[in-house]
């Protein structure tokens, strides 16, 4: 699959680096933030600009990618990229991240956000789900 | 008015003060506590620290009674984010939002919203400082991209008709003043040295309706 990963160090280009090892197409916009040398030690393809403007995300090939994810630290980034992402470039899947779940009632079909991931909600979420008794059979 | 304000920098804190004095109930919201400290003291509005982009905070803040929502943040997205959530969730009438990127221009348009661009403004009015003194403008619309200006026919046009100034797309005659009266020129009106010609004008047309006017015309 051909998939756009927006967002900087951390989590995004690790994503993008399993992903890549699993084969899929993957590149990374990086928004002149001074990751270049880290993505190209990390082997990893990438296009410097603003993933603000639609041109980026042209240049990163979101024309014919299938995937989008939207995963900065910036709530109101991963918004306007999806939107971007979705209305002008038409990507199928665009996947965003969550920082502040008090942003998360925004993420939805009008933004242009297919899937949503949020750390917080995911753990929380996690945290009310019984842990299974192993001396219980 | 009831307006909201989001951001209150230099320029939210100003206009929170300017739109209170002239009698406009004001609520101005910040993410940072201490830019209260640019609203002087007693300030007449209400100041309310938190994001603007949380439902929750402009609920509480009473988007629900905003009549214009103006977000002024250093930050594009969350100018968008905001300005979207007052205009479709809170169906506040009138949304405005600054651009300060002109390279983001794109995401604003993608979903309607009426911007206010810095950068975009500066430019067009030093330009027309710079270079276009002679042709001071009456009015402007938008961010500048759209001007009125009033100029006296010059003796060399005497004779020309008003049509003949028209550029589609970036100029058009659009009031004529003789003698103390006005009047909406056709296409076939004759001018007269001494006329004062009301033209609508692209920013970036100036350079040529100048040059008409100072005699660099020719047809």
Same mark, same amino acid.
């Given at each position: 699959?051909k998939?756009?990963v927006?967002g900087?160090?951390?989590?995004p280009?690790q994503?993008?680096?399993?992903?890549?090892?699993?084969g899929?197409q993957?590149?990374?916009?990086d928004?002149?933030? $001074?990751?270049?040398?880290?993505?190209?030690d990390? $082997?990893l393809?990438?296009?410097?600009g603003d993933?603000?403007v639609p041109?980026?995300?042209?240049a990163?090939g979101?024309?014919?990618a299938?995937?989008?994810?939207?995963?900065?630290?910036s709530?109101?980034?991963?918004l306007?990229?999806?939107?971007?992402?979705k209305?002008r470039?038409?990507v199928?899947?665009?996947i965003?991240?969550?920082?502040?779940?008090?942003?998360?009632?925004?993420?939805?079909a009008?933004?242009?956000?297919?899937?949503v991931v949020?750390?917080?909600?995911?753990?929380?979420e996690m945290i009310r789900v019984?842990?299974a008794?192993?001396t219980?059979s | 008015?009831?307006v909201?304000?989001?951001?209150?920098?230099?320029?939210?804190?100003?206009l929170a003060v300017r739109?209170h004095?002239?009698g406009?109930?004001?609520t101005?919201?910040?993410l940072?506590?201490?830019?209260?400290?640019?609203l002087?003291?007693?300030?007449?509005?209400?100041?309310?620290?938190?994001?603007?982009?949380?439902?929750r905070?402009?609920?509480?803040a009473?988007?629900?009674?905003?009549e214009a929502f103006?977000?002024l943040?250093a930050n594009?997205s969350?100018n968008?984010?905001?300005?979207?959530?007052?205009?479709?969730i809170f169906?506040?009438?009138h949304?405005?939002?600054?651009l300060?990127?002109?390279a983001?221009?794109?995401?604003?348009?993608?979903?309607?919203?009426?911007?206010?661009?810095?950068v975009?403004?500066t430019v067009n009015?030093?330009? =027309?400082l710079?270079?276009?003194?002679t042709l001071e403008?009456? =009015?402007?619309f938008?961010?500048?991209?759209?001007?009125?200006?009033r100029?006296?026919?010059?003796d060399y046009?005497?004779?020309?008709?008003a049509?003949?100034?028209?550029?589609?797309g970036?100029?058009?005659?659009?009031?004529l003043?003789?003698r103390?009266?006005?009047?909406?020129?056709?296409?076939t009106?004759?001018?007269?040295?001494?006329?004062?010609l009301?033209f609508i004008?692209a920013a970036?047309?100036?350079?040529?309706?100048?040059s008409f006017l100072?005699?660099?015309?020719?047809?």
């Open positions: 699959m998939v756009i927006v900087g160090a951390g989590l280009e994503v993008a680096a399993v992903l890549r090892d699993a899929d993957v590149t990374v916009i928004s002149g933030l $001074g990751r270049e040398q880290a993505l190209a990390a $082997g393809h990438y296009v410097v993933p603000l041109a980026t995300l042209e990163a979101a024309l014919k299938d995937v989008l994810l939207a995963v900065s630290q709530d109101e980034d991963n306007v990229i999806s939107l971007l992402g209305r470039c038409g199928p899947k665009v965003a991240r969550v920082n502040d779940p008090a942003t998360e009632a925004l993420f939805d009008t933004w242009g956000v297919d899937a949020s750390p917080a909600t995911a753990l929380v019984p842990v008794d192993p219980v | 008015m009831q909201m304000i989001m951001g209150c920098g230099r320029t939210g804190s100003a739109m004095g002239e406009d109930q004001v101005v919201i910040d940072d506590k201490t830019a209260q400290g640019r002087p003291p007693g300030f007449g509005g209400v100041f309310r620290h938190g994001n603007g982009v949380h439902r905070v402009l609920e509480e009473g988007i629900a009674h905003a103006v977000a943040t594009d969350a968008i984010v905001a300005a979207r959530v007052a205009r479709e169906r506040v009438p949304v405005l939002a600054r300060h990127d002109p983001h221009a794109e995401a604003y348009r993608e979903l309607g919203i009426a911007t206010i661009g810095s975009q403004t009015r030093v330009v =027309q710079l270079h276009h003194l403008p009456h =009015q402007t938008g961010n500048g991209e759209t001007l009125l200006v100029s006296r026919v010059p046009l005497g004779g020309r008709n049509g003949e100034l028209n550029v589609p970036e100029i058009g005659v659009v009031e003043s003789r103390g009266h006005s009047q909406i020129p056709e296409p009106t004759p001018l007269e040295p001494g006329d004062v009301s004008v970036g047309s100036l350079g040529r309706l100048r100072d005699g660099k015309w020719s047809s």
